[in-house]
């Protein structure tokens, strides 16, 4: 099961485009085009498994691959951090 | 549910998602 | 619709800008954009920077870039960053080095809500000190000395492209690595002083070419976006390639007025001052001069040109203080629509003064070695 939570040193602001992730350590910025992808970023640690994040942010299944191909890239990003 | 893994549509569609650029990537700071 | 389209309609808070603390500087750099050199008696107080501050931290502004001048100049400079740091505003100034002795450079080391920027415009003393005045280099690779020395990695040697040191390109790369930094080239502006030195220095076409080919295979150099009139070249550099000048991006100067940009400093770019009611949010959300640079782009003159989305007409400052039309090619065009402008312009160069330079050709001499 994937689980993440924001990064700790990730300022998100939230724009009429969806969201504003900058990272004070590695000063990344990072633009969240899409207001879904915004919600389960802000509640990702409140789930321990981030399909049901998707779910509860309403993303349609077919597509989840894209969207957790975009998480997956947040992590690598480090705006996300992976949880056990 | 079936797992679907992610085709080239879906990299496409994530690349629309999230964009990265530098903090020094806008033009009138110095 | 794309982010930059976005972005070019201007945000609720800028994402980050230039802040000048002082136009009092210890130098007298022949090109200074804001015509630095002596303090202005109404200088924002400390308390009026902390109220910046606070307004900036609520609207969420990532970082900021301190300048000048010469910031450290400033006695509240260092009370200044604690300041930013605690309201987890970012920072990076930008300096010349000449107050960054070891212990200033552990504390700048200190945080990585803190991040320093040493300007240089040449890779040896020479080239370097004839922009900069004599003793200036000494004092700039003392700084990224104690830097160096005091763990921190990645602070930026940051260089203004000019005619001179076009070819010293790969010089500023070794010097930047040589102490761990990270290497910035930006564009020279005929703004402030560099309004006076631009004929002469500004790079020639084919040093252009020359500049874009070296930039195109070192993604890695920053550039602050400056060169996105380039783009038209080819694949466009990295970054945002527009101009954020009040839709992203703008200054506040030493005195409280806001600016679209560091390169504009001139009545006509001016949105209003943090000192008016509603302060800095009341200026960037409302005033009438940011509210216009946020409607859609004309491309005017530039219609017919099929670069023009690459370009988006190149940098207001560079047409304004050549006297070129806004809606037109930008001087530098890399297809030399902008020299031909400039031949065939009627409209004078806007009068520039002397700004806040030292009076008399006085070069403050510097007299305490670190």
Redesign the interface.
């Known amino acids: 099961m994937t689980a993440y939570a924001l990064h700790p040193q990730v300022g998100l602001r939230d724009e009429q485009f969806g969201a504003l992730a900058y990272h004070y350590g590695n000063r990344r910025l990072t633009f969240l085009n899409d207001a879904r992808l915004v919600t389960v970023v802000r509640s990702a640690a409140d789930y321990d498994d981030v399909d049901a994040a998707l779910d509860a942010a309403g993303v349609p299944v077919e597509s989840r691959p894209a969207y957790a191909t975009a998480l997956a890239r947040l992590a690598q990003a480090e705006v996300l951090v992976a949880r056990d | 549910m079936v797992d679907l893994e992610p085709t080239n549509a879906d990299d496409v569609l994530a690349d629309v998602l999230i964009e990265e650029i530098s903090i020094d990537g806008m033009c009138g700071v110095y | ?1 794309r ?1 930059t389209d ?1 972005l070019a309609r201007g ?3 800028p ?4 802040w000048e603390l002082t136009y009092g500087c210890n130098l007298a750099c022949v090109h200074c ?1 804001s015509s630095s050199g002596r303090r202005d008696p109404r200088e924002l107080t400390t308390s009026e920077l902390f109220a910046v501050v606070d307004e900036l931290a609520a609207m ?1 502004v ?2 900021v ?1 301190i ?1 000048g001048g010469e910031p450290t100049l400033r006695p509240d400079f260092w009370e200044l960053l604690d300041y930013c740091v605690e309201a ?1 505003v ?1 920072v990076k100034f ?1 300096t010349n080095g000449s107050r960054i002795t070891p212990a200033a450079a552990a504390r700048v080391a200190s945080t ?2 803190v ?1 320093a920027q040493i300007s240089i415009d040449g890779a040896d003393a020479a080239t370097n000190d004839a922009i900069r005045g004599d003793g200036s280099f000494a004092l700039a690779l003392a700084a990224m000395d104690h830097l160096a020395d005091a763990g921190m990695r990645g602070f930026k040697v ?1 260089v203004v492209v000019t005619r001179e040191n076009l070819d010293q390109l790969d010089d500023f790369r070794s010097l930047a690595d040589r102490f761990g930094a990270q290497l ?1 080239l ?1 564009r020279l502006r005929p703004s402030g002083r560099g309004a006076d030195v631009w004929d002469r220095l500004h790079p020639t076409a084919e040093q252009q070419r020359q500049l874009y080919s070296w930039l195109i295979e070192r993604p890695d150099v ?5 060169f ?1 009139h380039l783009s038209a070249l080819g694949e466009p550099l ?3 390639n ?4 009040g839709r ?4 506040i100067d030493p005195i409280g007025d806001v600016y ?4 504009v400093l001139h009545e006509q770019f001016k949105a209003g001052s943090v000192r008016d009611a509603g302060g800095f949010t009341a200026v960037w959300r409302g005033s009438e001069l940011f509210t216009s640079l946020r409607e859609p782009d004309s491309p005017g003159a530039c219609a017919s040109c099929g670069s023009y989305d690459a370009c988006r007409g190149g ?1 207001m400052a560079a047409k304004f203080f050549t006297g070129l039309p806004l809606d037109g090619p930008d001087p530098e065009c890399v297809h030399g629509h902008g020299e031909a402008a400039l031949l065939a312009a009627a409209s004078p160069r806007p009068l520039v003064g002397a700004g806040h330079s030292h009076r008399g050709g006085v070069f403050v001499p510097l007299t305490k070695r670190i």
């Open positions: 619709m982010v976005r945000l609720d808070a994402i980050c800008l230039t954009l969420q990532f970082y870039n300048g987890k970012g930008s990585d809500y991040d940051s910035r930006t920053l550039t602050g976006d400056s996105f990295p970054g945002l527009l101009c954020g000048a992203v991006v703008c200054l679209a940009c560091p390169f940098c």
